[in-house]
């Protein structure tokens, strides 16, 4: 059985200068996919909002559904290293808060760490949260829990003010103590500054190629999410399709009586005939 990796060999990664793999899981059986395929870290995003609750945004997401199904990706995959999302709401009122509800992911969850929104405005909540023991990521850029406060769903970081203030935000984070970074829709050569100045890895998603490492929502990646999809999503097959197109063919022979066939049932080793006479 693989040995699960620690915050300590996460971030030697990067010196070593081994490229960190991340998806999202929300639930047991595809935690245990991804942890066979070698995935170095699961993040349970909040992306399951929308991919798996049918929210039109990640904000709705509760603790409770968070805890939910961490501790449902923590069962499928045992020697993962597993990071919770913090939802919206769970860590903006007060670094005490945020240090009971990262508690809940480590203790009730049997998560590894937790990652949160934000830039020098949680540097104290990541700092009082490191120092009760519980590892942080952090993540700069696109920040979908405010997105309509940054004007949507666009890239970050565009123009010289804003690069130096992402910048400046980055390296406080680190100085709060968070083991790495998420880089979400920023120009790539703002990514590689950034990822060239830290000592812990960031971790990129339409940040380009100069991140430590990448992370997508495994949903995107497989093209089970129709909604829509971001620009820099590579689809890497479309599963939707093929799941339509079986989910009719079972239906159909299921009304046509085709299945199930004498392949996919079972018989009696003894006579039952009399059974069926009439009384």
């Known amino acids: 059985m693989a040995k699960k990796k620690t915050v300590i060999e996460i971030i030697a990664m990067k010196s070593a200068g081994n490229k960190i793999t991340m998806l999202t899981a929300h639930d047991a059986s595809m935690a245990a996919l991804l942890a066979g395929c070698d995935v170095d870290v699961l993040l349970v995003g909040d992306s399951l909002g929308m991919v798996a609750l049918g ?30 999302d913090m939802p919206f709401g769970s860590y903006q009122s007060s670094p005490r808060d945020a240090i009971v509800n990262g508690g809940r992911f480590l203790k009730e969850a049997g998560c590894d760490a937790v990652k949160l929104e934000g830039g020098q405005e949680v540097c104290m909540t990541v700092a009082a949260m490191v120092a009760a023991g519980i590892p942080v990521m952090g993540h700069l850029g696109l920040t979908p829990q405010t997105a309509s406060q940054l004007g949507g769903y666009k890239v970050q970081g ?12 980055a390296e406080a984070l680190q100085q709060a103590g968070a083991f790495g970074l998420v880089l979400e829709c920023i120009p790539e050569q703002l990514a590689r500054i950034i990822s060239e100045k830290l000592s812990i890895p960031t971790i990129g998603i339409g940040a380009g190629v100069h991140c430590d490492g990448q992370v ?18 590579k689809t890497y097959v479309s599963l939707s399709p093929l799941i339509k197109d079986n ?11 085709s299945f199930p066939d004498a392949a996919h049932s079972f018989t009696s080793q003894i006579d039952l005939s009399e059974l069926l006479a009439r009384k």
Do not use: Q
């Open 55 to 84: 929210y039109d945004s990640t904000v709705p997401v509760t603790m409770d559904e968070m805890i939910h199904h961490a501790a449902a990706v923590r069962r499928g995959a045992a020697t993962a290293f597993v990071i919770g």
């Open 247 to 257: 989910i009719l063919r079972y239906a159909e022979e299921v009304r046509h009586g």
């Open 158 to 169: 565009k123009d010289l003010e804003s690069a130096r203030k992402m910048i400046a935000a």
């Open 216 to 233: 997508l929502v495994t949903h995107d990646l497989l093209g089970m999410f129709e909604k829509f999809i971001p620009s820099f999503v």
